[in-house]
């Protein structure tokens, strides 16, 4: 997969105060075909620096249509936000990919990023998902706020990741195994010879 | 591509553009095929392969998307001889001599903005090779004056090229070194610096007559060519000229002195490096005069203009070579302004000048130490490039020392320094392709340099466990050893130990990075600056070792007094260097324990997540460490135990930022000829005190207290955070 850019606005979850402004209610759908490609295509179009092809938003919604939720205001039916995902078999791992996820900027503040995120993390988890990666800009703030109360790392720093020349963070989300493995091991006789006075280990 | 279309290529004549058919195949006009196939297909539809699966899709490019097809046809001009023919680069640049030295100057000054943004990570073809001179120099050849300029630039370039490529630490910059069958080189180009000289004598003989008519007050120049028509301007426009192309004289000189084999050209470069400093503050001196006498329309504002002047250049179009580049989509370019550009060759030769203050050490340790010294500033690909190509060439240090001689001297063994047996040593062998690549690791990007060390990590330890088993193996059952098995043991050991050592430096290398790269979020701190504490006291313990194999050794053979004295003065460095890691030991303790406090009496600096645990976290940040082994018996669960019983009490008993500042007085003694190493211990004596005082006002106050806020910040270094504490 090419570079993908995961723009979620605004960040600061439901505590963000909305104004006196009417906030109507957001409905969330899975994606339902292909009357909601265009939507999707032009959110994404709108908000994120990459170019995608028309391809590259067939590859996504048409083998992981389970994994693509979209949002809309339920006062006038308006296409808000959507998450765009795919799953599959990476270097040993079932592994879980958060490509894009959009929320316009009238609607941000409001946890609708976290909440179309939130369903897709939960389908992939389901489906057996061992980890989740996404790339997002260093600078993406709001991104980087939203995911790391998911339970994301940075787990590496990409050089130059995107064409505008912005390196990129790989945050990654593992998910917790269902066998806990080896016992608790604690450290060994030999290091607790080497630090007695420590507190501290 | 198999198309789902039934309707069979209708049988009308091909079009003249397709070739007659031949023995190789049968050429057929396939638009009908496709048009009656795009009619079968319904909206939504997908063409598909066995070649053509919904992955490969997404490779393809959007023909004219302006923002995917990096080839679309953008310039008014199909070709560089279109553009020439419609006059875009004439020669000379214009019939008014004053002004063909005006243009001419900004020729040369979009060229220098072009070339820093070229080294600032963009294409040679969307930089440099824009200018369309360049493309077609053999047309300069009447100017003598861009000519030279040209020239001199490409086999700068040229050059520079193959330093990067030489030294490949570019990984994720290969745009740098990609030249797209751009004309980058001619016959002739050798001769760059004479042509460039007889055209500076030129002009600088011009310039003294100028200033000796000026004495005399003379109306006219006898017997020299004048630059251009106006006497009143002539010195300055020679004033111009000459800066800017001594600048490319000094600097191709830099680049060629630099890239003499085993370091020979260092010195001299150095004095290149310092003419460049004065020609590039000629440069901006001349800014003035070219501004005052610019009479076009200024380049929107002046953060942007890519000359001194402030004027658009001709002979230049961004879209020429766009169909050069690969088929990805466009990367968008910015040429960096000309004061950028001033910039960052000021930043770049100060990289180089640190480069060739190389005293050529052949001390591993101290090697390491320059290296990492060096990237504390972040210097960009071109100097990182120079700093390996020198201190690995031809597969030894500088292109002098065989790693295997680097490593016995690591182990202060001169004896076997030269010894074909120890050079032949398998052992000694993989690990002097480590050192290899560990040097060549540390010169690049950091992001880049974080991941392989991570992954080399592996290999460290891979070879300590072999050289372990060997060990017992050749000498587990011995009981009654030779003179020389001895020996041998003794060499085996303190390659293991030494071995040991450089993981836990890799390993402390790859965790310090993280600060520096932002990867680590104030909740993670906690466990960061633990793994960090484990991985020192390994590291000192294994350093501490080595230093007791060496002294074992030399007493062990009943040195000579003159011996000793040398031996004195590396135990000092030996200690001290282990004191400036105790001192990151106890910072790293400290830090931890105070965190670890605050999670537990006030619930603060906690991750709560709804898909996973710490657990998790801890896993993902240290899992090519743990993997690797460094250190043995490390998991989640240590650090939970340790972190779990962490109370204020004892980390007010145990204060650890208290004793930094007992240890610090001695540390600055033995550093005092060193100013890096001195300004590291008052960096960390900063961090230390402020996080002493911040100790004790959570102390008072008491760590679960809700009115207590407290933050951590990187004010005093970047690796140890400093605690602000506020109350709310």
Known sequence: ?201 | MEARSSSSAAAVPPPPSIPSSSDQGVWADVSPLLAAACCDLQDGELVHGENFSLFAAMSALEIMDPKMDSGIERSRYNSVEEAIEDGVAPIPLSLDRTLDVQRSIDVMDHLFSCEATWHKGHTLAQTVFTCIYLMRMERTSSHAVLNSFCRILRATCNAVISVVSTARTHEEEDLFTMSFGLPLRDEGDEKCLSILNSVEETISRQLRACKAQALSKKKTLEGLESLQDNPDLEEDYCRALLCRLRFRKHFYHVVMCMRKPHGRGLELARKHVASCLTELNLMLKSREFLKSQSSTTLQQGDGNCTTASGCQPVGFDVSLNSRLLSPTPPRAVKVLSWSDAIRYFERLLHDLDVICTSSLDPVLENVLYFIVQFQKTVPDLVPRAFLQTLLVQDGKLYGEHLFSDVISRALSLPDIIGDKEFQMNEFVVQLGQLVVNLIKILCTNTAWQRRKLGKSLQDWSTISIQLELALKREFGETRNVLQNENMCMRVSKQLLIWTQEHAYWVAFRFLTLGFELDLYSPGEYCMVYWYMYVVLTKLIEKMQLRVLAISETSRRKGKKKKDHSKDSARDITFSSSCLLLQCYLLLSEGLSMMLAVLRNESRSFQLPSIFNTEQERFMQHFDLLLKARVPEHISFYSFKESSSRAGISDLVKYNFFKEIQKIAPSLRGSFASESEKLAEVRRIEQVAEHNRIALNIINQVGAGDPSLRVSFEFTHHPHFAVAVVKRS
């Open chain 1, 1 to 201: 997969m090419s570079s993908a850019a995961a723009s979620a606005g605004g960040g600061s979850g439901s505590e963000v105060s909305g104004g006196t402004e009417e906030r109507g209610e957001i409905a969330y759908v899975s994606y339902g075909g292909e009357q909601h490609l265009p939507l999707v295509m032009s959110l994404v179009d709108e908000e994120l620096s990459e170019p995608y092809s028309i391809f590259t938003y067939r590859y996504f919604v048409y083998l992981w249509p389970q994994l693509t939720f979209l949002a809309f205001d339920a006062t006038d039916g308006k296409c808000v936000g959507t998450v765009v995902c795919k799953m599959g078999e990476h270097r040993g791992a079932f592994r879980g990919y958060i490509a894009m996820l959009v929320v316009l900027k009238p609607y941000r503040g409001r946890g609708i990023a976290t909440e179309l995120v939130t369903r897709s993390i939960r389908v992939m988890m389901d489906s057996g998902c061992e980890e989740v990666t996404l790339e997002a800009e260093v600078t993406n703030k709001g991104a980087l706020a939203l995911y790391g109360r998911l339970g994301f790392i940075r787990a590496k720093r990409l050089y130059r990741y995107y064409l505008n020349g912005v390196d990129a963070f790989r945050l990654k989300l593992l998910f917790p195994r269902p066998d806990p493995g080896l016992p608790p091991m604690m450290i060994g006789n030999d290091t607790d010879d080497q630090k007695m006075d420590s507190p501290y280990l």
